[in-house]
T-cell receptor, first 112, second 108 residues
Framework: DAGITQSPRHKVTETGTPVTLRCHQT?????MYWYRQDPGHGLRLIHY???????DKGEVSDGYSVSRSKTEDFLLTLESATSSQTSVYFC???????????FGPGTRLTVT | KNEVEQSPQNLTAQEGEFITINCSYS?????LHWLQQHPGGGIVSLFM???GKKKHGRLIATINIQEKHSSLHITASHPRDSAVYIC??????????FGTGTRLQVFP
């Protein structure tokens, strides 16, 4: 298994509260990604990072921010959670000789 | 129209059957991934290929770059193969474009 973990694994929060999800890797890979997965949609990219302090937006970035102060950690923040952000969030890292992406176990977030 | 289309969306099979899942894409790509996701589970990379064919156990993936099409085959299917299979393409950048997945159920 690629050394990638996510925390928390499950979270229930109320509308309007800030939420931070953490992705941690032990592989020292440069690229890290945050996706959301919803029924009827493929995985959709929220934000990604190509190095410490280097991040860029994906296709569904509104309402989300990210930070990467260390190679191993990539944080996703929902600034003011809404019910439309109820989803399963996956982190991924990219590296190795073939530059494959490896996925974390996911975080199930429910916004009530 | 999605840039990555998978068919069928849902597939049921009896144990032992040969299964084919298709992926068509409309963009130029540098690589194509096949991923597997079990119910409630994480996402596992099965193959990454940019040409030809790859085989791992009972799984075979092929790609035809000219036709912009890839297939994932499962030989001698088993109930433990029941999962969602996801096709994703890498197009020009370090980002993936995902299909919506094919849900496979294999019954004993």
């Amino acid at each position: 298994d690629a050394g990638i973990t996510q925390s928390p694994r499950h979270k229930v929060t109320e509308t309007g509260t800030p939420v931070t999800l953490r992705c941690h890797q032990t592989e020292n890979h440069r690229y890290m990604y945050w996706y959301r997965q919803d029924p009827g949609h493929g995985l959709r990219l929220i934000h990604y990072s190509y190095g410490v302090k280097d991040t860029d937006k994906g296709e569904v970035s509104d309402g989300y921010s990210v930070s990467r102060s260390k190679t191993e950690d990539f944080l996703l923040t929902l600034e003011s959670a809404t019910s439309s952000q109820t989803s399963v969030y996956f982190c991924a890292i990219q590296g190795g000789p073939s530059y494959e992406q490896y996925f974390g176990p996911g975080t199930r977030l429910t916004v009530t | 129209k999605n840039e990555v289309e998978q068919s069928p969306q849902n597939l049921t099979a009896q144990e032992g059957e040969f299964i084919t899942i298709n992926c068509s894409y409309s963009v130029g790509i540098s690589a194509l991934h096949w991923l597997q996701q079990h119910p409630g589970g994480g996402i596992v990379s099965l193959f990454m290929l940019s040409s030809g064919k790859k085989k791992h156990g009972r799984l075979i993936a092929t790609i035809n770059i000219q036709e912009k099409h890839s297939s994932l085959h499962i030989t001698a299917s088993h109930p433990r193969d029941s999962a969602v299979y996801i096709c994703a393409v890498k197009s020009g950048t370090d980002k993936l474009i995902f299909g919506t997945g094919t849900r496979l159920q294999v019954f004993p």
